[in-house]
C-alpha cells in the first residue's frame, strides 16, 4: 500500500537525522506538540526548536529525494 511505503521511507528518514533532530521531528509532526511544550520538555528556548525543526526538515527533504 502507498501510505505504508511512504511511512517506511519517513521512518528511515528520521532514523538517518541525528537524535536531536529527530526527537524535534517526532514531537512535532507525530505528536503534535507545540514549539512550546518541545522547549519545555527539551529545556530549550522556543528560538532553538524552532532553528532545529527547520534543519531537522531540510535533512529530511533530502533523504526523501
Known amino acids: 500500500?502507498?501510505?505504508s511505503l511512504m511511512k517506511d521511507k519517513v521512518e528511515t528518514a528520521i532514523s538517518k537525522l541525528?537524535?536531536?533532530h529527530?526527537?524535534?521531528?517526532?514531537?512535532?509532526h507525530l505528536e503534535d506538540m507545540s514549539y512550546e511544550a518541545i522547549?519545555?520538555?527539551l529545556k530549550i528556548p522556543k528560538g532553538?526548536?524552532?532553528s532545529r525543526l527547520f534543519h531537522a526538515r531540510k535533512k529530511m527533504q533530502a533523504l526523501l529525494k
Open 1 to 3: 500500500e502507498q501510505s
Open 18 to 20: 541525528s537524535d536531536k
Open 39 to 41: 522547549a519545555k520538555s
Open 48 to 50: 532553538s526548536v524552532m
Open 22 to 28: 529527530a526527537a524535534i521531528i517526532r514531537m512535532y
